[in-house]
């Protein structure tokens, strides 16, 4: 299976992208100004954008057809990542396993940091890019 490091704010990727798979209702509101690219991993930001394309379908992204939805994606772009583990992933995130039990709020704050320093670094050189 995929492993990551076991830093809080990998785990605040992971418990976000949890509820979202588990279909939390707080998932849909919560997080709704979100992007892929807030997710410091590439596949946590590639899972988010398959969850993303399916709810804007109407359809409860539950980790097959967020796999599905991958698949999909990169048959139409004839190429990308592998999908090797991907499934085994979404299985894992959205299971039972107690490590996500430990510590939640200390990892969802420390992922909503970074997001926050992100998006002050865009829009910095946004700033930067208009003064030129």
């Not at 992208?17 to 410091?40: N, T, V």
């Not at 409860?60 to 999908?83: C, F, H, I, K, N």
């Not at 959205?94 to 200390?106: E, I």
């Amino acid at each position: 299976m995929i492993r990551f490091e076991n830093d809080l704010r990998t785990r605040g990727e992971q418990l976000v992208l949890r509820s979202i798979l588990q279909g939390c209702p707080l998932a849909r509101c919560d997080w709704h100004s979100l992007r892929a690219q807030d997710f410091a991993h590439d596949l946590h930001g590639r899972i988010f954008r398959a969850a993303e394309r399916l709810e804007v379908a109407r359809i409860w992204p539950q980790p097959r057809a967020v796999y599905a939805s991958m698949r999909d994606e990169q048959r139409t772009r004839g190429r990308g990542p592998a999908l090797d583990g991907v499934a085994d992933y979404l299985a894992w995130l959205s299971g039972n396993d107690p490590c996500f039990l430990v510590d939640r709020a200390p990892a969802l704050i420390a992922f909503v940091d970074a997001i926050g320093e992100q998006h002050e670094a865009e829009a910095r050189a946004e700033a930067m890019r208009g003064r030129k």
